[in-house]
């Protein structure tokens, strides 16, 4: 990013805040319903001190990488399974697709009555959340992947499970990752949702704090929390994701 686009970027949120901030003071918005920016600085401030937020952001990332990994590991062989067998993506494909346009929220009753308030129904919803767009973006990478390379692979004497792991897989990758992007999204939404809904005594996570926020009528808690996770959103996106897309591209000669 050039300096003229960090600079259009600092100066738009400089008036943002700004104007959020003048609109509490002249009492012009309710600062018990829409606490001003400094009000939500500080909060962080004191959460950071009292570790209570770096506590709880730490529980909440070990849970979602623990229920991310499950999907993956599940979601990417089922995703070319199913590319490659019609049976399989006329049964388990249209399954997945129906799930994916289920809310995640819609897993957590099941959740409670299976697991009962316990971890198990934590990872259980982020699995379930974050699954079957991995699977689906597999499954479109590898039908998209062209018919030539698997041509090529044949007559150079790679067959099954070496062409499947060393041509598709990789041929696949930029669209697959597209996958892993929003399966991240959706785990984290599906986690946020279980926090919220599933109160256990193992750790209280960032989904807890904005539901004892909102009980306790603490809206600079619940703003300063919803801060962090898109914080840690852009984080992700910025170290892992970003990278990951540019490196493929130019692997594949896609890059603008």
């Given at each position: 990013?050039?300096?003229?686009?960090?600079?259009?970027?600092?100066?738009?949120?400089?008036?943002?805040?700004?104007?959020?901030?003048?609109?509490?003071?002249?009492?012009?918005?309710?600062?018990?319903?829409?606490?001003?920016?400094?009000?939500?600085?500080?909060?962080?401030?004191?959460?950071?001190?009292?570790?209570?937020?770096?506590?709880?952001?730490?529980?909440?990332?070990?849970?979602?990488?623990?229920?991310?990994?499950?999907?993956?590991?599940?979601?990417?062989?089922?995703?070319?399974?199913?590319?490659?067998?019609?049976?399989?993506?006329?049964?388990?494909?249209?399954?997945?697709?129906?799930?994916?346009?289920?809310?995640?929220?819609?897993?957590?009753?099941?959740?409670?009555?299976?697991?009962?308030?316990?971890?198990?129904?934590?990872?259980?919803?982020?699995?379930?959340?974050?699954?079957?767009?991995?699977?689906?973006?597999?499954?479109?990478?590898?039908?998209?992947?062209?018919?030539?390379?698997?041509?090529?692979?044949?007559?150079?004497?790679?067959?099954?499970?070496?062409?499947?792991?060393?041509?598709?897989?990789?041929?696949?990758?930029?669209?697959?990752?597209?996958?892993?992007?929003?399966?991240?999204?959706?785990?984290?939404?599906?986690?946020?949702?279980?926090?919220?809904?599933?109160?256990?005594?193992?750790?209280?996570?960032?989904?807890?704090?904005?539901?004892?926020?909102?009980?306790?009528h603490a809206m600079d808690q619940v703003f300063g929390v919803m801060l962090v996770i898109m914080l840690c959103g852009y984080l992700v996106d910025r170290v892992v994701f970003s990278p990951a897309e540019r490196y493929l591209h130019r692997r594949w000669g896609t890059a603008a």
């Amino acid at each position: 990013m050039n300096m003229r686009r960090i600079t259009v970027s600092l100066l738009f949120f400089l008036v943002l805040l700004g104007g959020w901030e003048a609109l509490v003071r002249f009492e012009i918005i309710d600062e018990f319903l829409f606490p001003a920016p400094t009000q939500i600085l500080s909060y962080l401030i004191g959460a950071l001190k009292d570790r209570s937020l770096i506590f709880a952001s730490g529980i909440t990332l070990k849970r979602l990488m623990m229920g991310y990994a499950v999907g993956l590991i599940c979601g990417l062989p089922l995703g070319m399974l199913c590319a490659r067998f019609k049976a399989l993506d006329d049964t388990l494909g249209l399954l997945a697709l129906g799930f994916q346009t289920l809310p995640s929220v819609c897993w957590v009753p099941l959740a409670l009555l299976w697991f009962g308030q316990s971890e198990g129904a934590m990872l259980f919803v982020v699995i379930m959340g974050c699954l079957w767009s991995v699977l689906l973006a597999a499954k479109h990478g590898v039908e998209h992947v062209p018919p030539l390379f698997h041509r090529v692979a044949s007559t150079m004497g790679s067959s099954g499970l070496h062409q499947a792991l060393f041509v598709t897989l990789p041929a696949a990758l930029p669209g697959i990752l597209g996958g892993m992007k929003q399966g991240w999204a959706f785990a984290w939404r599906s986690l946020m949702a279980a926090e919220i809904y599933v109160t256990i005594l193992t750790g209280f996570g960032l989904g807890h704090l904005l539901h004892y926020g909102r009980e306790l009528h603490a809206m600079d808690q619940v703003f300063g929390v919803m801060l962090v996770i898109m914080l840690c959103g852009y984080l992700v996106d910025r170290v892992v994701f970003s990278p990951a897309e540019r490196y493929l591209h130019r692997r594949w000669g896609t890059a603008a």
